[in-house]
């Protein structure tokens, strides 16, 4: 629960034979875990820091720190500059030799991914490393924003080290963001190889860089698709999309996934959410339908998240109805698992099918399947507009049930969620 937004991790099979999950954590950008002093928070769209029991009279060490402050955001400023304008050398000048190996790797990362917007925002006060006279911790917020020179950036907070230069404070070192909301981007730890379509941005390592023209052309298809299903504004600027190896699986956004994860979307903020497939576990035919499923996800969910639990079959509904891509439900490869949860533990209630953290596969599979099914029945007898409008008024408008369906269907909720059940039970039948 964050700020009183219920935002779990969701996971579904794909397929059972791959034994592949995925998840989508709907989760805002968050903060490094290592602040020295204070308290972090969000306020009005901005990161703040503040200093417990800070008086109302400046006393001299703050006035040192804003003094500080002034000089390690020009600092930032002229980085940033160079960094739109592709000075390297520029980029590295105010730091000292030490961290240069880092910033020439992340400045060519950025760089591949086509930065177009990229600010450093004080977040605070700098504050004073114990044990290292001279030297100061500065959190800072940055905002980023990928081909699109007109996009809403994308914010991450990341700690930033910096040693007493005279005029001129340098930087020591530029943490990684240890959030336990989001984790640490790619391209704050990773060199990376970059193609980029009309609608996506792919990335993955330059070990696994040969995969990039397949998967560029499977995610633009998937992109098309999955344009299709915004529900409120427009269509992604650009789908973020990262290809990790076995290394970069376990450290890209924190890791530490279940083995039989097959891929996850992260919410990153700016109403961008930036997807990771797992190289080791996709199946050998590829990743359309991960793509379409994922992407779905980016196109139609809000950024703060969605009520709960409760909305998981819709959520997770709709987005395996567009990765199925138009198949036969008989076709569906969920359709065993789907028969083994209705003929045993399932109670007949949508809102109650979300599965456990610890579910065996076969159950998270039949999970997805009961929501891929229901949205089925919706959008085959009201077609797909009128489905995602209930989806938005639930989803979106945090609407209750009843509600939704008589504003978007015309109908009871009791009636159509009975429906619903009974599609899904003769499906599976």
Request: hydrophobic share 40%.
């Amino acid at each position: 629960m964050t700020d009183g937004v219920h935002q779990p991790s969701l996971r579904r099979l794909w397929p059972l034979w791959t034994g592949l999950v995925v998840f989508v954590l709907l989760l805002g950008c968050g903060v490094p875990a290592l602040l020295v002093v204070g308290v972090v928070r969000e306020a009005g769209g901005r990161a703040t820091v503040g200093r417990i029991g800070a008086s109302a009279t400046e006393d001299p060490a703050t006035a040192v720190a804003r003094g500080l402050t002034d000089r390690m955001t020009a600092q930032l400023q002229r980085q940033s500059t160079a960094l739109l304008g592709g000075d390297r050398a520029g980029f590295l000048a105010v730091a000292e030799p030490a961290a240069q190996t880092d910033l020439r790797r992340r400045f060519a990362a950025l760089r591949a991914l086509k930065v177009t917007v990229w600010r450093a925002e004080p977040s605070g006060l700098p504050v004073p490393v114990v044990g290292k006279p001279g030297e100061w911790r500065f959190l800072v917020r940055f905002q980023y924003c990928f081909v699109a020179p007109d996009c809403r950036p994308s914010p991450v907070l990341i700690g930033t080290r910096w040693r007493e230069n005279g005029a001129q404070p340098l930087l020591v070192a530029l943490e990684e963001s240890k959030s336990a909301e989001t984790g640490t981007r790619p391209w704050e730890i990773s060199e990376l190889a970059v193609a980029i379509g009309p609608r996506t941005i792919v990335a993955t390592t330059p070990a696994l860089r040969g995969k990039l023209p397949g998967l560029l052309a499977q995610a633009e298809a998937a992109a098309r698709v999955a344009d299709g299903y915004v529900v409120a504004g427009s269509p992604p600027d650009r789908y973020r999309i990262f290809y990790a190896g076995r290394s970069e699986w376990q450290r890209w956004y924190g890791g530490d996934r279940p083995q039989w994860t097959g891929g996850y979307a992260v919410t990153v903020g700016g109403g961008h959410h930036e997807v990771v497939l797992n190289a080791d576990g996709l199946p050998s035919g590829g990743a359309d339908d991960l793509l379409r499923h994922e992407l779905t996800h980016a196109a139609s969910l809000p950024e703060r998240g969605y009520p709960g639990k409760t909305t998981w079959w819709l959520v997770e509904g709709l987005a395996e109805y567009a990765g199925a891509g138009g198949q036969p439900v008989d076709r569906y490869e969920g359709l065993a698992q789907v028969r083994k949860l209705v003929r045993s533990s399932w109670d007949g209630r949508l809102e109650g099918i979300t599965p456990a953290d610890d579910a065996p596969a076969d159950r998270v599979g039949g999970s997805y399947g009961v929501g891929y099914l229901a949205v089925r029945h919706l959008v085959d007898r009201y077609g797909p507009q009128r489905l995602l409008a209930f989806f938005k008024a639930v989803v979106h408008e945090r609407k209750a049930f009843p509600v939704a369906a008589e504003q978007a269907f015309g109908e009871q909720w009791s009636t159509l969620h009975d429906e619903c059940v009974a599609y899904v039970r003769a499906a599976a039948a």
